[in-house]
């Protein structure tokens, strides 16, 4: 937790000393010099290597919707079997990491996906760290502005009474030893910091989901760190595998203002097949 503090820290400081220009004004070679002062900053002297025939981002060339865009990260099985961690950036978004994904024992970590904002033309970079400490990556340019300052999609008194409530739902059905896809929502309005309260026109403080913790019968399956470049009512895609009759998924997930929230449910898998 310290060392995702510690690098969200060091990209906010990156991101504020590029020069603030339209979207239409910045060029390649712009760009890229932001991507390598954030890969320095995040990474420090490690390299990077091309992961483009390993690992692919899903994501919209221009979004509907900057506040909530829906972003996909595929490892192909190769890499899939070795990863321990993946890190999402968004380049030109106020705070750029947006998400770092650690994978357990527990987890089918081929595919992961969650919601984002997008603050402007930017691009996203998906790093994979395998086990063995190599790094790779993949880009893709995405067209979607304001995403950070767009006003809530919720009441905030009704944001506030729901807060912390989860809910999980499954794709098919479990079976032992095969990938069991879950989908997780956390009630939370991850305030960035930057939205403007369209009543009092006072900017709402942030306050967002910094982790979440997601365990199969006590196994690790995925810790998300994350930051306010995550979507209002945080949602999560992943997998599991599970290895016992019955079972339980459990989520721990804290907020930037100490709060936790915890929540169950129950896994019952027949066999293989």
């Not at 979004?63 to 972003?71: F, L, R, S």
């Not at 990491?97 to 998906?126: C, K, M, Q, S």
């Not at 997601?214 to 979507?231: C, F, M, Q, R």
Request: charged content about 25%.
């Amino acid at each position: 937790m310290r060392r995702m503090a510690m690098i969200l820290a060091l990209s906010v400081v990156a991101a504020a000393s590029w020069p603030v220009s339209g979207h239409a004004e910045v060029d390649e070679a712009t760009r890229q010099a932001r991507w390598t002062e954030l890969r320095d900053q995040i990474f420090g002297d490690r390299v990077v290597e091309d992961g483009a025939e390993l690992l692919a981002i899903d994501a919209a060339t221009r979004a509907e919707d900057a506040a909530i865009v829906p972003i996909k990260i595929r490892l192909g099985d190769g890499l899939s079997r070795r990863v321990s961690a993946v890190y999402l950036v968004i380049d030109d978004n106020p705070s750029p990491l947006a998400g770092h994904f650690t994978f357990g024992p527990a987890a089918d970590p081929r595919e992961i996906a969650t919601r984002v904002r997008i603050d402007d033309y930017t691009y996203l970079h998906a790093v994979v760290e395998t086990r063995d400490g190599k790094l790779y990556g993949i880009a893709r340019f995405i067209k979607a502005a304001g995403g950070c300052s767009a006003p809530a999609g919720k009441d905030q008194a009704l944001a506030i009474q729901r807060l912390g409530q989860m809910k999980m739902s499954f794709t098919g059905e479990p079976r032992l030893g095969e990938p069991y896809q879950a989908h997780l929502l956390i009630s939370h309005p991850n305030s960035s910091g930057m939205q403007m309260d369209q009543l009092t026109r006072d900017y709402i403080p942030a306050d967002f989901v910094r982790t979440v913790k997601i365990t199969y019968n006590g196994a690790p399956v995925l810790t998300l760190e994350s930051d306010i470049s995550i979507s209002e009512d945080p949602s999560l895609t992943f997998a599991f595998v599970p290895t016992a009759p019955s079972g339980e998924v459990s989520v721990e997930a804290e907020d930037s203002d100490n709060r936790h929230f915890v929540h169950s449910w129950p896994v019952k898998a027949e066999p293989g097949s």
